[in-house]
């Protein structure tokens, strides 16, 4: 990919953090502690571009110290892959060990904030334009622990879809568990983007939330077929 490879000659200091996975590509928890530690993404026929954590991470002299609207927060996995359509897709990745309606809603503005730092680095790029493109924000997590949580869970969600207030719950979460696990919006649909003067590319471009939680609570990894 055209882009990929001008992000790596401009970056030339980074560069042991570019790989390419073909077909599959693992995204890896290193935290101590963490309960969910990989998710394996598969899609036949695809080359996954891998973009290395350190390569975007630690940047807050570009964004927090100049912003009080961007974070420079980081997300597990990052990854630029062509569709069978020749769509081109960039492809975020995060990952919770378990089912936390506030962390997982977190989880998304990891990648969405970690989107916003890789397009500030990609616009210097040959090759690089969000026309056509597609964002893939995926979040992981373990599944319910038990009925009890997921009634929980689930009572607060519906509690939220019957307030008047647009919350993640009632936009998003909500159609994520009950109509599939993806939602498609664009990315001016996301309270982060809709309410900032974000250039009209940015907010314009497809977004696909996925959601993927584990068959059993006692899983710690998992696959997903993108």
């Known amino acids: 990919m055209k882009e990929i490879d001008a992000l790596q000659t401009i970056f030339d200091r980074?560069?042991?953090?570019?790989?390419?996975?073909?077909?599959?590509w693992e995204v890896v928890e290193t935290a101590a502690g963490a309960q969910f530690r990989k998710l394996e993404i598969r899609s036949?026929?695809?080359?996954?571009?891998?973009?290395?954590?350190?390569?975007?991470?630690?940047?807050?002299?570009?964004?927090?110290?100049?912003?009080?609207?961007?974070?420079?927060?980081?997300?597990d996995g990052v990854s630029l892959f062509v569709d069978a359509e020749g769509?081109?897709?960039?492809?975020?990745?995060?990952?919770?060990?378990?089912?936390?309606?506030?962390?997982?809603c977190g989880a998304y503005e990891q990648d969405i904030h970690t989107f916003l730092k890789l397009h500030a680095l990609f616009s210097l790029c040959e090759g690089y334009s969000l026309r056509g493109m597609v964002i893939d924000l995926i979040v992981a997590c373990k599944t319910f622990k038990d009925t009890d949580q997921e009634t929980r869970v689930l009572d607060i969600i519906s509690m939220?879809?019957?307030?008047?207030?647009?919350?993640f719950e009632k936009k998003f979460l909500n159609s994520l568990l009950h109509d599939g696990p993806v939602k498609t919006c664009r990315m001016d649909d996301l309270n982060t983007i809709r309410f900032l003067p974000f250039h009209p590319s940015i907010k314009g471009v497809d977004v696909r939330l996925h959601l993927f939680t584990t068959i059993r609570y006692t899983d710690t990894e998992g696959i997903y077929n993108l």
């Open 87 to 104: 769509r081109k897709h960039i492809v975020l990745v995060d990952l919770k060990s378990n089912f936390d309606i506030q962390k997982i």
């Open 14 to 24: 980074m560069t042991a953090c570019f790989r390419c996975h073909h077909q599959s």
């Open 160 to 167: 939220k879809c019957m307030e008047e207030e647009d919350s």
């Open 44 to 75: 036949a026929g695809t080359d996954f571009h891998e973009i290395g954590n350190a390569f975007y991470k630690g940047i807050k002299n570009t964004t927090q110290d100049r912003s009080t609207h961007l974070k420079d927060l980081d997300c």
